[in-house]
């Protein structure tokens, strides 16, 4: 479980203060699927940096399988990062000159672990990449790439995925693709983050946490999310009633 | 991280980049190659010369007349040096095993119409031990024939071939200075020595070559054998003193002998050769010390061409220390491939060298040690500041960099 609370983040740019973060809590519980959404510039990344231990709040809290990480030193969030959460990035983020597998196993080598061949192979068999393991990233295209990608953020079993517009650079298509790898993810078990300026990515997860200037906010009226999700909550009045 | 994968991921990066691996190497691999090579040809040449002045022994004692002169000007040696003061050391002096009276000259020898310019000397049998020379075929002359003013001779084998060609001169006789000598026997060959070639000379009686062939009564000088393991110094000032009794020298005045031993020849020139050889090996140091900065200059390069990945790496869990490692690794996989090839460049170097030239060439152990363990101590120190800049990054700015 995730919980972090009124966390602050500021830049001093060109002699104006940023507030990246202004006071936002959010707490993800085990097994969700949510999505981090707004416009850009308002603190996405900002906040998956903080929530995925690259980067410290300067006040506020950050519990993390209900261990306070936002005092821990570079090492140990080293350690945290590499056991506790998963990353998937935009670009991917693999390491080339190395085939998919042992990017895969890269997670499991910093953690020490001996078996690590037999867990990558299992990790890229869950994103259904079995038949590519000795590709190199260049010899994938962009969604096999984020599939790589996807299997090394879980290959260490993290208590949470963080993807950062995991579908920004696929068409919409592979993009879809992707989401729905998520969802399979999530339905077996795994705690998702999806970061998105995107209504019909953040569409797919159970619920959204807009931000907006550095501050959670309401999402905008016309917002198609909030316009399903209105429309979700009619279908379900008749039952519930 | 498993200490074979970061060898592994290391020695892929640097093949991702052959070329500049290689130029990046260059520095190291002709340092190492330098460091080896010199080493080899200076501890050859030194172990040469040393091997020569030992092969006569170590407990020899040269004594020669003082050269003459005042206030520094020497103006040849004095003659005052005789077979009676050989024969006086021999008697007088203790651990005195043997010695040789020697005098020489050069004079034409002749057989049949072969005819050659040579040094004549002069001595008597136990030259032979003393300076360490072998008769090859028929024998040397006795001291009974020194005695008796026998004329008979003991040829160099190059005396020898250039007077007789390939048939045998033992029997034989020839002419010195017009007088005919009886040749006895034939030395076997030491080889060249640069400065004179022992093999190119001809050893007679010494009484025949001063009363007979030169017609003086002083000797060139005395070569003295003591005991093996006796005081050698206290074997020169009892030579001093005696010398100085017999010659009639007045206190305050100086000896007219001069007395050297072996083992002041081996200090002399082992600590030359000593600064020679690490001379050499300095200004090899100094080449490995210009290609340990062409690899932190590579290695620079290569951090900041791969920020991104460090940021990858970073945020899937890699450690400063990790990171740290991963490079320093490289640039040691760099300076140590650099070292060892360059150790077989500084082999080869030496082989060729021993090959062509006179000297022969020597590689130590030691010099191929010396050299990799500061070539890897290049990669280590020219490394660390490029990986510990790699390992600082910020994980977010490297994962940012394009
Ligand atoms: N390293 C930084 N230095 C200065 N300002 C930054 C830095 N990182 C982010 N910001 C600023 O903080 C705000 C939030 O950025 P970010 O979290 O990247 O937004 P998003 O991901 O929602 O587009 C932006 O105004 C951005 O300009
Ligand atoms: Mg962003």
């Known amino acids: 479980m995730i919980r972090a609370e009124n966390l602050v983040k500021t830049y001093v740019l060109g002699g104006q203060v940023v507030h990246a973060l202004d006071d936002v809590s959010v707490t993800i519980r085990e097994g969700e699927m949510v999505a981090i959404r707004g416009p850009s510039g308002s603190g996405k990344s900002t906040l998956m940096n903080i929530l995925g231990c690259l980067d410290r709040p300067e006040t506020g809290q950050y519990f993390l399988a209900g261990e306070d990480v936002s005092k821990f030193s570079k090492n140990a969030l080293a350690e945290v990062r590499n056991r506790r959460i998963g990353f998937v990035f935009q670009n991917f983020n693999l390491l080339p000159r190395m085939s998919a597998l042992e990017n895969v196993e890269l997670p499991l080598h910093y953690a020490g672990r001996h078996d690590a061949v037999k867990a990558a192979r299992v990790a890229l068999e869950t994103v259904g990449l079995s038949d590519r393991s000795h590709h190199e990233p260049a010899q994938l295209s962009g969604g096999q790439r984020q599939r790589v990608a996807i299997a090394r953020a879980l290959v260490t079993n993290p208590a949470i995925l963080l993807a950062d517009e995991p579908t920004g650079a696929l068409d919409s298509k592979t993009g879809e693709e992707i989401l729905a790898l998520f969802k399979t993810l999530n339905a077996n078990g795994h705690t998702i983050l999806v970061v998105t300026h995107d209504a019909h990515v953040a569409a797919h997860c159970q619920r959204e946490i807009y931000l907006h200037d550095g501050k959670i906010a309401a999402p905008p009226n016309d917002d198609p999310v909030a316009m399903s999700q209105i429309a979700a909550d009619k279908e379900l009045l008749p039952e519930a009633v | ?402």
Request: aromatic share 8%; glycine share 10%; with cysteine.
């Open chain 2, 1 to 402: 991280m498993l200490f074979w994968m970061i060898v592994k991921v290391a020695f892929k990066s640097l093949m991702a980049n052959k070329l500049r691996s290689i130029l990046a190497m260059l520095g190291i691999i002709i340092g190492v190659a330098a460091v080896i090579a010199m080493l080899a040809i200076g501890t050859g040449a030194k172990q040469q010369v040393l091997d020569r002045i030992s092969a006569m022994g170590t407990n020899l004692l040269y004594i020669h007349p003082s050269p003459r002169g005042t206030a520094g000007v020497i103006s040849g040696t004095q003659l005052n040096l005789s077979d009676d003061d050989a024969r006086a050391i021999l008697q007088k002096i203790d651990h005195v095993k043997g010695l040789a009276p020697v005098v020489s000259r050069s004079f034409q020898v002749k057989y049949l119409n072969q005819n050659t310019l040579t040094q004549v000397l002069g001595t008597t049998p136990t030259y032979l031990s003393i300076r360490d020379f072998e008769v090859e075929s028929g024998r040397m002359f006795s001291d009974f024939e020194v005695e008796h003013w026998d004329r008979v001779a003991v040829l160099g084998p190059l005396t020898a071939s250039n007077l007789f060609g390939f048939s045998d001169p033992v029997g034989q006789v020839v002419k010195i200075n017009g007088i005919n000598f009886r040749v006895v026997g034939v030395l076997k060959s030491k080889g060249d020595q640069g400065w004179f070639n022992p093999d190119d000379q001809v050893i007679v009686p010494y009484t025949v070559e001063m009363h007979v062939l030169m017609g003086v009564t002083y000797l060139r000088e005395i070569d003295v054998q003591c005991e093996e393991g006796s005081d050698l110094d206290a074997a020169q000032n009892d030579i001093f003193a005696l010398m100085r009794q017999r010659h009639k020298i007045p206190a305050g005045m100086p000896d007219d002998v001069v007395i050297q031993n072996q083992s002041q020849f081996i200090e002399a020139f082992s600590a030359t050769a000593t600064t020679f050889t690490i001379l050499l090996g300095t200004v090899g140091g100094i080449s490995l010390l210009v290609g340990g900065i062409g690899i932190m200059n590579i290695m620079l390069v290569t951090v900041t061409e791969r920020t991104r990945e460090i940021g990858i790496r970073k945020a899937i869990g890699a450690r400063e220390f990790d990171i740290l490692s991963q490079f320093l690794i490289e640039a040691m996989l760099m300076s140590g491939v650099g070292g060892l090839t360059g150790m077989g460049l500084g082999i080869g170097t030496a082989w060729l060298v021993g090959q062509v030239s006179p000297f022969p060439t020597i590689v130590r152990v030691y010099s191929i040690v010396l050299a990799l363990v500061f070539s890897a101590g290049v990669g280590v120190f020219f490394g660390f500041y490029p990986a510990t800049r790699a390992a600082k990054l910020d994980p977010i700015e490297a994962l940012r960099y394009e």
